[in-house]
T-cell receptor, first 112, second 113 residues
């Protein structure tokens, strides 16, 4: 069974631009969560989607948004990028919100 | 709110040494507790978990016991190997919401041959 895949793996953007990251969960998994990992703040929960509905949201500004499609694939979008948005963005999937999460390799975003 | 505190790192050990990584938490109710490991260039992998007080999670020689009275979930391994070198994260989730994890800062473990 293929694992969680995230695209792209690496991304370089400049301040003010917007970016879209994609996550394909493990087949059959309907819950997708996103996390931001930075050296200073560590791993922080962004949001969680289940059956195309956002169930939980972390403490991030409105520039961070996401969605989930009917095939459970998820995207997150960051608008008006800031230098501090440089991070590794991790996606995790699980069959449902009460089960173990499986993490993807992440997308490393660099904002210049 | 919920929080997880891990001991400061990094930690460097010789092969076959005993490992303890401390983790304490603050949460309401009875959260589930986890240890995740991150190898260089990879995502997180679940190492072990415990869902209620006094539960012991174990995997690959690692163990951790859910201590409600001390709000702790310390990770231990009797004999570390070079291949255990990685970053270790302690985490918790609210009851019934395993997909909303709160992580500790993580600690880097380096094991010397």
């Amino acid at each position: 069974k293929a694992g969680v895949t995230q695209t792209p793996r690496y991304l370089i953007k400049t301040r003010g631009q917007q970016v879209t990251l994609s996550c394909s969960p493990i087949s059959g998994h309907r819950s997708v969560s996103w996390y931001q990992q930075t050296p200073g703040q560590g791993l922080q929960f962004l949001f969680e989607y289940f059956s195309e509905t956002q169930r939980n949201k972390g403490n991030f500004p409105g520039r961070f948004s996401g969605r989930q499609f009917s095939n459970s694939r998820s995207e997150m979008n960051v608008s008006t990028l800031e230098l501090g948005d440089s991070a590794l963005y991790l996606c995790a999937s699980s069959p449902d919100p009460n089960n173990e999460q499986f993490f993807g390799p992440g997308t490393r975003l660099t904002v210049l | 709110g919920n929080s997880v505190t891990q001991m400061e790192g990094p930690v460097t050990l010789s092969e076959e040494a005993f490992l303890t990584i401390n983790c304490t938490y603050t949460a309401t109710g009875y959260p589930s507790l986890f240890w995740y490991v991150q190898y260089p260039g990879e995502g997180l992998q679940l190492l072990l978990k415990a869902t209620k007080a006094d539960d012991k999670g174990s995997n690959k020689g690692f163990e951790a016991t859910y201590r409600k009275e001390t709000t702790s979930f310390h990770l231990e391994k009797g004999s570390v190997q070079v291949s255990d070198s990685a970053v270790y994260f302690c985490a918790l989730s609210p009851p019934g919401a395993n997909s909303k994890l709160t992580f500790g800062k993580g600690i880097t473990l380096s094991v010397r041959p």
